[in-house]
């Protein structure tokens, strides 16, 4: 069965506007700045649990401790 022109112009269009608004949507996802505001997200997350935070510290001063040490020997 033939089909109008204007039909198929139309059904064209739709498809164009469809894979338009999906590539927009992947753009969006895999935008890098998006995974580094979650990765930054999610370490201040981590960051700002006391156990982590003081371990860390710790961690730092015994490092201190060592190269202070180390540099006096």
Known sequence: MARDPDTIQREIEQARDALADSLDA?????NPK???DAGRDSVQARLSDPRIRYGL????????A????NLFR
Do not use: C, N, T
Not at 26 to 30: E, I, Q, S, T, V
């Open 26 to 30: 992947l753009g969006d996802r895999a």
């Open 34 to 36: 998006r995974f580094v």
């Open 66 to 69: 060592a190269f202070i040490r």
């Open 57 to 64: 510290i710790a961690l730092g001063v015994l490092l201190l």
